[in-house]
Structure formats: C-alpha cells, structure tokens
C-alpha cells in the first residue's frame, strides 16, 4: 500500500509499505478514503522540529471504512463508515467521563495520540470507543459534507475544545487567535456557543471573508500592543475569552492582552514555547485552560449532528485537494499560505 513518510524538513514521500495488521484485539484496520494535513504537521515539515529523517509521518486525521476489527470491538464492524480521531480516549476512565478524552487518563502522552493517516490503511488502536461511526456509505455524501467530516477528526472539535475551555457563555464577547483551520473552527463554536461578538485576530483576506462567513462580526489584522488596542476599542473594553489556535507564546501574550480582567483562556495551539509563567496572570484574574481537544465526546454528543444536520459548514477550511501521490505539494502549499487546509483524497467514495 501506499504511505506517506517524513523524509525531511520540506520533503514528504510516498513509499509502498506493507498493509498494516490486527496486533492487539481492540484494534481496527480501516481503508482511508480521505486524509489530510494540520497545521501541527507543518511545524516538522516547515522545520524538521527534531523528528527523524524517514520516518512515520504526522498526519493524524481521516475518514475510512472499516476492514477488519479485533476480538474485542462490540461497536464497529467491517464495511462501517468511521471517522478516525488523532485521539484514543478510552471513554472508561475519570477524565474521558468528564469530557477530557484527549488526555486520556488510560492512554497517556503518544499512547493516545495518532499519527501516519496520510495513507491507504491504517491500524488504529484503542478503538472500542474512540471511533466515530457516520452513518451510511461515503458515496451518501456529496464532497462538501466529506470535508466537513473529516474536520470532525481534528480541526473542529479542536476549535470547539479553545472555546470549551475558555467557558464562551451566551453574549460573551470572544477573540479568536489564528486564521488557520483550528481558528476558523473556533469561530464556529464560539458562534454556537452564543458569542455575542467576535472577533478574529488575522492578516490575509480570503480566512478573514471565511471567517465572517462563519460568525465573525469584527477582524483585526493589526497585532502586539496595537493589536490588542484595536481589540479593545471594537469591543468596547477588554473580552471575556480568548481562543489561542496557533501555539507561540507571541499568540499568548495577545490572548493575555485582550481580555479584561478575570477574563478566561482557551489554548489549543500545540505549544512551541519553552514557558510562560502562571505568576505573570496573577494580578489580573485570569482562568487558563486548555490542551489536546475531546475529539470522541465532541462528536458523539454535538458536533456530528451538527454537520449531518447542515447547522455547520467546518468543511470550508478545505480550500484545495490533492491526491496522496501529490501529498508533498499539499504540505507545500499549505506553508506558503496558498491553502488554509489540504484535502487529500485516498480512495474513491
């Protein structure tokens, strides 16, 4: 089968590799039928961020049908149409009932994280409860809502999981960090949260029409202190949250700056900082949470419904589609800024 791999920074390959097998009876094998590319696989493809040469790659999010299913799977069988979370939450443990199955207490650090989905099949493991099942077939559903679902593997419950964190109440006025896919998905929740403003924080035109398409009401391209300034006279005074989607401690920092105090954080950038420390909030009030979203509960309790029903359109982060033997263009493009989102086809419908 074909696979893609990390040969280095600004080289994605794609190898012929052996088709991926059952090794534990909670696991399941699924044919891919869409993948795609995070702005989190960016940070190693733009950078080499210390990962090996040749190696599995990062992609972490798809939709497929399942193949084969271990002895102990009661709830998917072959022929299933699944989303494949980048999470392995157990659904069992004290922090997947509480809703944190991206922290898996079960299945912690890499445990429960995925990676290699940019291929034709893959084993996912932990799969009794982490798998999402879609009703139908693939071919039930036009190319718009297959975008749509296949955000349901990262991007939307990510961007749903900043505004979860940050606690965005009806009315609430909300300033959204980044203009990638996970920010455009924060607009959304906070939007079906009840914001009453929000605001994208955002330089390029094309996220920014996106955006307000979304529920944005106001952006701001300006950043730093005049950034913040701009934010704050739009709202009138400081917000109630800030949604951090990009993962640097210069995004921090804006968060930090735009809401009043005893205002509320949600971050969801995967951190490429070394600290920031808790103390420099103390004077102003602020409740910091966040962390690797509950993909599983998400979806199963909100989010799918919510696409099936066409309440929300996530699948318009999506803006090109490549095929997986063009996978390293789709990176290419993705860090030049000339798509928000790679789509990457890997088997017909």
């Not at 009876?25 to 891919?32: E, H, S």
Request: glycine letters at 12%.
């Amino acid at each position: 089968m074909k696979t893609a791999i990390f040969e280095k920074a600004g080289l994605i390959a794609v190898e012929e590799v052996d088709q991926p097998s059952l090794q534990a009876d909670d696991d399941v094998i699924i044919k891919v039928v869409r993948a795609c590319v995070c702005g989190s696989d960016l940070w190693s493809y733009a950078n080499g961020d210390h990962k090996k040469p040749h190696s599995v790659n990062d992609g972490h999010e798809a939709l497929g049908i399942v193949e084969s299913v271990g002895s102990a799977i009661t709830t998917v069988k072959p022929g299933d149409f699944v989303i494949a979370p980048f999470t392995h939450g157990c659904g069992e443990c004290d922090a997947c009932r509480a809703g944190f199955d991206g922290t898996c207490d079960r299945h912690q650090g890499g445990t429960n994280w995925s990676n290699g989905f940019q291929s034709e099949y893959i084993r996912f493991p932990y799969a009794n409860w982490a798998l999402v099942k879609v009703p139908g077939q693939p071919s039930d559903y036009t190319e718009g809502m297959l975008k749509s679902l296949t955000t349901l593997a990262d991007v939307m419950p990510t961007g749903y999981h900043a505004a979860r964190c940050a606690n965005v109440q009806k009315g609430d006025k909300v300033v959204v960090i980044g203009d990638g896919a996970v920010g455009q998905c924060a607009v959304i929740a906070a939007k079906m949260r009840g914001a009453s403003q929000i605001v994208l924080m955002s330089r390029h035109e094309d996220r920014q029409q996106m955006a307000r398409q979304s529920g944005a009401t106001a952006v701001v391209a300006e950043r730093g202190a005049e950034g913040i300034a701009k934010v704050r006279e739009i709202l009138g005074g400081g917000a109630d949250a800030a949604l951090e989607c990009v993962g640097t401690e210069a995004a921090i920092d804006q968060a930090l700056g735009v809401l009043h105090n005893g205002g509320r954080i949600g971050y969801v950038g995967v951190p490429h900082y070394n600290n920031h420390a808790l103390g420099s909030t103390f004077a102003q009030n602020i409740a910091i949470a966040g962390g690797s979203a509950s993909v599983t509960t998400y979806d199963k309790e909100i989010l799918l419904k919510a696409v099936l029903d066409g309440a929300i359109n996530p699948g318009r982060v999506f803006t090109k589609t490549y095929t997986l033997d063009n996978i390293n263009q789709a990176y290419q493009d993705m860090k030049d800024r000339k798509t928000i989102k790679s789509m990457v086809v890997v088997a017909d419908k």
